[in-house]
């Protein structure tokens, strides 16, 4: 499991990818292959070099001359020369290019190989790194150290909660807290009426102040993930969720919390004990999905015809797509007059379909789910859709 506190490839990155447009941009994904003998072999690098071959066969139906493909994959050649990319490989690699430029990401996520040369970059298998219903928040909660932190299966991203709320209870209530702390971290009890002295003396005024604490934090977080309903787990000792579940008002709070002060607790340690708590959640979710596109087969709700996705996926209308995993479909669909063609295969003119109700369901509010062929809803179809309305 992959628990660094970056994410492999921030979802701004991701988004970049998605959107960008231009003349034969370059996509490949391959396997990096971490075992001892498939390394000491390159079975990877070997891997790339026919990627490569298959590529340039590709540039040649674009009439481009071979002296401006060699020069144009120049970028992608010298990666299989790079000595550190192999060397503690990740489970996948991703490569991109257009006339902007390489980018290359090394993921944990396993990839078959696929090349793709079109007018947009493939980002379909990418998805799960952030759409697949494993999105999730998590905030690490004491009374003198506040973190908040967007995260998945594969890591956490500081969302720097100091922007638009306390990251102390002294912040928020307006005194000096010092004292009070060092009373604390010596073995008091928090709640305890003789524990603290002076200002906000006894239990009821230290429940007060923890209140207006704990408010000021609801308030930020709920504005900064306004529209947003992926679960929200907190990290803090049983006594504060019990108070923070009072005060709070985000819509999708987690039931259960991680027990503990997460000041010094190892940040893979904490996103270890974070996904273990909520992968569940996210399993019942796609199962309710799975049921639900089930249970409203016979009624327009649900549909697993290409002719009816595409649009609906353009214009925002899809709840939920299951997409069968290393599949393609290509096309082309004007969104003006909303005429799709279909084709057989991949030509110059046409790009994948799948791509394209991808990205656009993720874009629009929609969740897209990876499925291996068995497991799709509709046994024998690409893509199957639930649709908003």
């Known amino acids: 499991m992959y628990t660094s506190?970056?994410?492999?490839?921030?979802?701004?990155?991701?988004?970049?990818?998605?959107?960008?447009?231009?003349?034969r941009c370059v996509t490949i994904y391959l396997p990096m292959h971490k075992k001892g003998k498939e390394q000491n072999e390159h079975l990877a690098q070997a891997n790339l070099k026919k990627c490569l071959t298959n590529v340039r066969k590709l540039l040649t139906t674009y009439q481009i001359c071979d002296e401006e493909i060699v020069n144009y994959l120049k970028p992608i050649e010298k990666l299989i020369a790079n000595i550190e990319l192999w060397r503690n490989p990740s489970k996948g690699l991703a490569i991109f290019l257009d006339q902007k430029g390489l980018s290359y990401y090394t993921l944990p996520i396993s990839f078959k190989t696929k090349i793709y040369v079109a007018s947009n970059f493939y980002v379909t298998p990418l998805i799960p790194l952030y759409y697949n219903t494993t999105i999730y928040y998590l905030l690490e909660l004491s009374q003198d150290y506040v973190k908040f932190y967007e995260a998945s299966k594969y890591g956490l991203t500081d969302l720097n909660i100091k922007s638009f709320a306390p990251n102390k209870l002294e912040k928020a209530v307006g005194f000096d807290f010092r004292q009070k702390m060092l009373q604390f971290r010596t073995g008091h009890n928090i709640f305890s009426s003789g524990a603290f002295h002076g200002h906000g003396e006894g239990k009821d005024d230290e429940k007060k102040?923890?209140?207006t604490f704990f408010r000021a934090i609801d308030k930020g977080i709920k504005q900064a993930l306004k529209n947003k309903s992926a679960p929200l787990v907190v990290a803090c000792v049983n006594r504060l969720f019990d108070t923070y579940k009072q005060v709070n008002t985000y819509t999708n709070l987690y039931i259960?919390?991680?027990?503990?002060?997460?000041?010094?607790?190892?940040?893979?340690?904490l996103h270890k004990e974070s996904w273990e708590l909520i992968q569940n959640y996210f399993e019942k979710t796609k199962k309710a999905k799975l049921n639900q596109f089930t249970e409203m087969y016979n009624t327009p709700k649900v549909s697993y015809q290409i002719n009816e996705i595409i649009p609906a996926a353009v214009d925002g209308k899809i709840d939920t797509l299951f997409v069968s995993k290393n599949t393609d479909l290509f096309g082309v669909y004007n969104t003006e007059n909303r005429h799709l063609i279909l084709n057989d295969k991949k030509e110059i003119q046409n790009g994948s379909l799948i791509n394209l109700a991808s990205v656009n369901t993720v874009f629009k509010g929609g969740e897209v789910y990876l499925l291996d062929a068995e497991d799709m809803p509709e046994h024998g179809k690409i893509l199957n859709a639930l649709f908003k309305y």
């Open 209 to 211: 102040e923890l209140f």
């Open 5 to 23: 506190n970056i994410h492999p490839l921030p979802r701004e990155k991701f988004e970049i990818l998605a959107k960008k447009h231009g003349k």
């Open 256 to 269: 259960k919390n991680i027990s503990g002060d997460p000041e010094f607790k190892n940040k893979s340690i």
